[in-house]
């Protein structure tokens, strides 16, 4: 049985985050402490794991948390890394020129539990790819049927 808070936001009348006797100043005051904490989180694991991607041939798209599509040039080992799911591209806060970077899985994988939304791409397993829709991501079958 759903209490009256579940029932509210069912209805669309109050935010799942809803504190009762909040302000809305009090609330976006404790948002932007929330987002500022996941920020400083995701750039403690990302700082240390960050790859140098040198400037290659391949073009690497990936959308922003805003749908803008972004490029990387990447060399042929960081493609097949991303493409794998080795790789992931995650945002790096603190970093005004280009905020992302290219981390292992495992960094990926932390950064994921700390803040899915920084994680821009990741081939997390066979069906399942983060930060790309499924149709910007053909299947592996369909790709093997075109190799000789």
Same mark, same amino acid.
């Given at each position: 049985?759903?209490?009256?808070?579940?029932?509210?936001?069912? /209805? %669309? $009348?109050? #935010?799942? +985050?809803?504190?009762?006797? !909040?302000?809305?100043?009090?609330?976006?005051?404790?948002?932007?402490?929330?987002?500022?904490?996941?920020?400083?989180?995701?750039?403690?694991?990302?700082?240390?794991?960050?790859?140098?991607?040198?400037?290659?041939?391949?073009?690497?798209?990936?959308?922003?948390?805003?749908?803008?599509?972004?490029?990387?040039?990447?060399?042929?080992?960081?493609? /097949? %890394? $991303?493409? #794998?799911? +080795?790789?992931?591209?995650? !945002?790096?806060?603190?970093?005004?020129?280009?905020?992302?970077?290219?981390?292992?899985?495992?960094?990926?994988?932390?950064?994921?539990?700390?803040?899915?939304?920084?994680?821009?791409?990741?081939?997390?397993?066979?069906?399942?790819?983060?930060?790309?829709?499924?149709?910007?991501?053909?299947?592996?079958?369909?790709?093997?049927?075109?190799?000789?």
């Amino acid at each position: 049985m759903l209490n009256l808070k579940d029932k509210l936001v069912a /209805a %669309g $009348l109050v #935010k799942k +985050d809803h504190i009762p006797g !909040e302000t809305n100043e009090q609330r976006s005051r404790r948002l932007s402490k929330e987002l500022q904490e996941k920020r400083l989180k995701v750039k403690a694991l990302v700082q240390p794991a960050a790859l140098e991607t040198k400037l290659g041939e391949h073009t690497f798209f990936f959308t922003t948390r805003s749908r803008k599509m972004r490029r990387l040039c990447i060399e042929d080992e960081i493609r /097949a %890394g $991303l493409e #794998k799911g +080795d790789l992931a591209v995650v !945002e790096y806060p603190d970093k005004p020129d280009f905020p992302w970077a290219v981390v292992p899985r495992q960094t990926a994988e932390k950064v994921l539990k700390a803040d899915r939304n920084a994680v821009r791409f990741y081939v997390r397993s066979k069906g399942e790819v983060i930060g790309a829709s499924a149709e910007s991501c053909p299947a592996e079958e369909e790709n093997d049927s075109e190799r000789p």
